[in-house]
C-alpha cells in the first residue's frame, strides 16, 4: 500500500507541477513570441481548459494519497515535514481553486468576447498565480526531499 501512495503521490505532483513548469517557461513564451495576442490568447485559455482538467483529477489523487499515508502512519506520528507539505499543499490547492473557479472562467469570457486586452490582463493574474503555485510546489518538493522520508 505504501508504494501504490507514493506513486499515486508522485504522479499527481509531476503532472501538477511539471505542467506548471512547462507552461510558464516554455508554451507562454513561445505562444508570446510567436502569436498575435488574439491568436496566443486562444491558445493558452484552450490549452489551460484541458490542463486545469487533469490539474483538478490530480489534485484528488495528491490529497487521497497524501492523507492515506498520514493516516496510515497516524497524523501525530508523522514526521514534522509532512505536515509541512501537507501545508504547502493545502495552500496550492486553495491558489489552484482561486486559478480555475474565477480567474479562468474571466479568461475564457473575455476570450470568447474577443475583448483582447481584457483577456491579457486576465491572462496576466493567472500567470501570476500560477507563479506563485509553482515556487511552491518547488519548495514542498524541497520539504519532501531534504525532511524525513515519504
Known amino acids: ?6 506513486f499515486l503521490h508522485l504522479a499527481g505532483v509531476i503532472v501538477w507541477v511539471g ?3 512547462f507552461a510558464h517557461f516554455c508554451l507562454r513564451p513561445v505562444a508570446g513570441e510567436m502569436l498575435p495576442p488574439f491568436l496566443r490568447l ?24 497524501g492523507i492515506g499515508r498520514m ?7 508523522a514526521p514534522l515535514n509532512w505536515h509541512v ?4 499543499g493545502l495552500i496550492m ?8 473557479l474565477r480567474k479562468f472562467p ?17 491572462m496576466n493574474g493567472i500567470r501570476q498565480l500560477v507563479a506563485i503555485n509553482l515556487g511552491l510546489g518547488v519548495a ?11
Open 85 to 88: 507539505m501537507m501545508t504547502t
Open 19 to 21: 505542467g506548471m513548469f
Open 1 to 6: 500500500m505504501r508504494s501504490t501512495l507514493l
Open 106 to 122: 474571466n479568461l475564457q469570457a473575455r476570450v470568447a468576447a474577443e475583448d483582447w486586452p481584457a483577456a491579457g490582463a486576465a
Open 140 to 150: 514542498t518538493m524541497a520539504i519532501a526531499c531534504f525532511g524525513v522520508g515519504f
Open 42 to 65: 486562444q491558445l493558452l485559455a484552450g490549452a489551460l481548459g484541458r490542463f486545469f482538467k487533469i490539474v483538478a483529477a490530480a489534485i484528488v489523487l495528491i490529497l487521497f494519497s
Open 71 to 77: 493516516i496510515n502512519v497516524g497524523f501525530a506520528s
Open 93 to 100: 490547492v486553495v491558489i489552484f481553486a482561486v486559478i480555475y
